[in-house]
């Protein structure tokens, strides 16, 4: 079996390794194919499907997972896969609260999303304030996964986020809804630095985005907080660092 591959993406011809994804492929021709759930440092899984091209078959195929064929004829930007990525950020965008995902906020504007298209309610969620270092607020969260695989066989292997609840009231959870303090997390901070959103976010940097002065910032220790205590963070009357 051979070791490469030979395929055409948008009328252009390569060969690449049997084993590369059609997002590694287009890469290489300096196409760029946006991208969501993926991250190059994690495990991909195709989860929010942005990436999804025209392969050739039945349905789209995720460019992040569909590892290339030999004389696979690939369509990036036709009409039906951007009518597609329209159609998953509008969807995205009548769930979620996006106002802290400048990326995601270029896709809407590239593809001319209507935020407005779909009505009805979006997941809510409490914010959890629930440990000294980074504030949870999984309104903001896409459930891209990047959290819970960097806490978990991708880097740190502390397993303390996992997705909870079904169908449209999916989100990221603890074991038992458990504060972070009482999980297996150890605050690497690696999960906050793979968020594409502010779900999130450290809590320093909220409190200078509401307005707390650095000086007092830099001077206060956090209280702490009861077990699994949520709260908005947007009062910070009895919460410094």
């Known amino acids: 079996m051979s070791d490469t591959v030979t395929l055409t993406i948008d009328g252009q011809e390569i060969t690449v390794s049997a084993e590369a994804t059609i997002l590694e492929a287009a890469a290489q021709l300096g196409i760029d194919i946006p991208v969501i759930c993926y991250h190059p440092h994690l495990t991909a899984n195709g989860l929010c499907r942005v990436c999804s091209v025209d392969a050739g078959g039945r349905l789209q195929a995720a460019a992040c997972v569909t590892q290339c064929r030999q004389g696979m004829q690939v369509e990036t930007n036709s009409d039906a896969v951007r009518r597609g990525r329209r159609t998953i950020l509008e969807l995205l965008a009548s769930t979620v609260d996006l106002e802290e995902a400048p990326e995601i906020l270029a896709l809407v504007a590239a593809y001319s999303a209507e935020i407005n298209r779909f009505s009805g309610a979006k997941r809510e969620s409490p914010v959890y304030d629930d ?69 999130l976010k450290p809590k320093r940097q909220a409190m200078l985005e509401e307005g707390v002065s650095p000086d007092e910032v830099a001077s206060n220790q956090n209280k702490g907080k009861r077990k699994g205590e949520k709260r908005s963070w947007r009062k910070f009357s009895d919460s410094k660092i």
């Open 131 to 199: 440990n000294p270092f980074y504030l949870r607020d999984y309104n903001q969260c896409v459930n891209c996964w990047r959290c819970v695989q960097v806490c978990a066989e991708d880097a740190q292997y502390a397993f303390a986020l996992n997705f909870d609840g079904r169908g449209f009231h999916t989100t990221i959870g603890t074991y038992q809804n458990n504060g972070m303090m009482d999980t297996t997390c150890v605050f690497c901070g690696q999960c906050v630095g793979v968020c594409p959103t502010g779900a």
